[in-house]
């Protein structure tokens, strides 16, 4: 009975975990749960392209009560990066291993230390800074995007 209570428990924790950000209002609310769906549009083509099952997700407390329009261009830096992860690294054979190895999960997360790419365990992450917005001296676009995570794989 106890292992079954910790197993709902992890079960609504991570549920939780992946919702989109609420923002401050309803209107706020709709827009990042839009938002989000958008980006997991491409979950199954992803998977499918990188042999291997990738899930993308807001890191919700990232954003905190940020409305869409506040953290701009979060949305279109994450789908961007999103595409140029199935779309270009895992055309090549060798960009395919190394996702397989390496990324079972994409997390879109506010920053306020600069646009970039990490790793964290199995997890590739997109830190978006509106006020710094350059990826590498270059505002990103899909190329950027696959160029950085190619160096970080």
């Known amino acids: 009975m106890r292992g079954t ?3 709902c428990a992890l079960v ?11 923002g401050k209002n309803l209107q706020d609310t709709e827009q990042w749960r839009e938002s989000e769906d958008l980006l997991k549009r491409n979950e199954k083509s992803a998977s499918e392209a990188c042999g291997v099952k990738l899930s993308i997700a807001y890191d919700v407390n ?5 409305a869409l329009g506040e ?8 789908r961007d990066a999103f595409n ?4 270009s690294v895992c055309r090549s054979p060798e960009g395919k291993a190394a996702v397989q190895s390496k990324v079972t ?7 306020t230390d600069g646009t970039r790419v990490t790793l964290d365990g199995k997890t590739l992450i997109i830190h978006v800074d509106p006020k710094k917005k350059d990826l590498a ?10 160029t950085a995570i190619k160096q970080l794989l």
């Open 5 to 7: 209570l910790t197993l």
């Open 12 to 22: 609504l924790l991570g549920g939780l975990a992946y919702a989109a950000p609420k």
């Open 62 to 66: 990232s954003f905190g009560t940020l």
């Open 71 to 78: 953290a701009k261009p979060a949305d279109v830096y994450c």
């Open 84 to 87: 140029a992860l199935w779309g």
């Open 105 to 111: 999960a994409v997390s879109c997360r506010h920053s």
């Open 137 to 146: 001296g270059a505002i990103p676009g899909g190329t950027h995007w696959a």
